[in-house]
């Protein structure tokens, strides 16, 4: 049962093929077998056990199956669950209870599914190893990878992304600020939307940066994350695509840093889509480099402290900023907290020197991400493009431990998510391989321009058919 896609459950529970309580329990055990794994800060069980009970009970009353009846999902622990604690993954947040569900998890909820817990993340969602010391349930800390748990996770949507690779769970949530959940998903073998900024409602989710932050939906396949983005967003249901005369574009800095395992999957994945009459366009973005690195850290850095102090007072946490930052335990957060968030301040080019955030801030939000988003949207018009089409990280996952958080390991990991985080793209990974060294998995990534959500699933359900879907992890 715990190799069906999120898609493929909701059919089993409606056909009572399988009751939501013995699907629920399966994938329990699974969680509770896989507690090495990090996945979890709190796994509800008897919650979960409870809602299964009552989605039986309503299906054998005779009432109509929702649209997620009775399968199980996990929600990042940066995302408030009523009467369930949102720890962000820090230590002063953990007596967090919310009071209601955050909007995102109100239309989960109110299609049938039934939530089994909240998950791990990078401390305060700051960070793309998922390497984070608090609340492990395993003997090694931080978020381990569904396949190999010697390796990075990545994050900052870690839990969330290893309870769906590693299959204690069919779909969950997450949020994105520069490749949150796509990151995660390309290491453990998930797919993910990073949809159209403001597509999702983003109350009642700790934030890093209004401008860039959104929760979104990670599944088995692309059909599970457009049957999400269908319960959140609404809208008529997706189709596979034809993708006989669809044109993506490719850049060659979208190709940067390969190692052997992602080059030769990105190959054969171009060739397959060739052959069933894809026509991929190259595009200069040297222009687009250009501009992200005047958008993406500005951006985020400065806005994220106004933003948390607007959260920790508005959802009613009773805690300080001050107490916050006190009690980070990542030293990778830690420090950019002290030395960058709380200060308003910004690496100058004059290495260990440091400038004042604001100015640099104006500068990306009033001219560099508006020309980021003309660019967008004068190359695919040019180019008469569907979509961009590149590796989500350049690289297989790394080995696990304090060193994945280094800094050149966020900077290479982020290459090409940020970009379109930063411009405000709807994002989509999928799974296109399994290393042919490594054995782990590589991930696909298409984006496309604000709007183009449900075209852009269409094409990854398309895109699915022709490269197949990647073996579960053990």
């Not at 939906?217 to 809208?235: K, N």
């Not at 590796?391 to 958080?405: D, Y």
């Not at 359900?461 to 022709?466: D, F, G, N, P």
């Amino acid at each position: 049962m715990t190799r069906l896609s999120a898609s493929e459950a909701v059919e089993a529970v409606c056909s009572s093929r399988v009751s939501s309580e013995r699907l629920t329990r399966a994938y329990l055990e699974r969680a509770q077998a896989r507690a090495h794994l990090n996945a979890f800060v709190t796994l509800d069980a008897d919650g979960a056990i409870a809602a299964a009970r009552r989605a039986d009970q309503r299906l054998a009353a005779g009432q109509p199956c929702l649209p997620l009846q009775g399968v199980p999902y996990v929600v990042k622990d940066n995302i408030e669950v009523a009467g369930l604690p949102t720890t962000a993954g820090t230590a002063a947040l953990s007596g967090f209870v919310p009071k209601v569900d955050a909007p995102v998890v109100k239309k989960m909820r109110d299609a049938g599914a039934i939530l089994l817990g909240k998950t791990q993340l990078h401390e305060l969602a700051f960070g793309i190893s998922g390497f984070n010391a608090n609340f492990n349930t395993g003997p090694e800390p931080g978020v381990r990878n569904a396949y190999d748990a010697t390796k990075m996770a990545g994050g900052s949507s870690a839990g969330s992304a290893v309870a769906v690779g590693a299959r204690m769970a069919p779909m969950g949530l997450g949020t994105d600020t520069g490749g949150s959940m796509r990151i995660p998903c390309s290491l453990n073998g998930c797919a993910a939307l990073r949809p159209t900024m403001g597509r999702y409602a983003q109350t009642g989710i700790v934030p890093i940066s209004h401008t860039r932050d959104t929760a979104g939906p990670m599944g088995v396949s692309v059909a599970d994350v457009a049957l999400l983005d269908g319960v959140i967003a609404g809208g008529e249901p997706v189709r596979a695509a034809d993708l006989k005369g669809v044109r993506l574009g490719l850049a060659a800095s979208f190709q940067a840093n390969l190692d052997a395992d992602t080059r030769a999957a990105f190959d054969t994945a171009l060739d397959r889509l060739r052959t069933a009459g894809v026509t991929v366009v190259p595009v200069d973005a040297t222009r687009l480099v250009e501009l992200n690195a005047a958008v993406g850290f500005p951006v985020a850095l400065y806005e994220a402290y106004d933003d948390m102090v607007k959260y920790l007072h508005e959802r009613g946490t009773g805690v300080s900023v001050a107490q916050l930052v006190a009690g980070i335990s990542s030293p990778d957060v830690k420090g950019t907290y002290d030395a960058l968030v709380v200060p308003r301040k910004l690496p100058a080019p004059t290495p260990g020197k440091l400038v004042d955030a604001e100015p640099i801030y104006r500068a990306a939000i009033d001219v560099h991400r508006p020309a980021m988003q003309r660019w967008y949207t004068d190359t695919f018009v040019q180019l008469r493009l569907d979509a961009l089409v590149f590796p989500t990280v350049p690289q297989v996952a790394p080995s696990a431990g304090p060193q994945s958080s280094a800094l050149e390991v966020f900077g290479l990991f982020i290459q090409n998510t940020d970009p379109g985080s930063n411009a405000g793209l709807p994002g989509l990974q999928l799974p296109m391989g399994m290393g042919a060294s490594s054995g782990l998995p590589v991930g696909l990534e298409m984006d496309g321009l604000p709007g183009s959500d449900k075209r852009l699933l269409s094409l990854g359900m398309a895109v699915e058919l022709v490269l197949g879907r990647i073996p579960a992890a053990p």
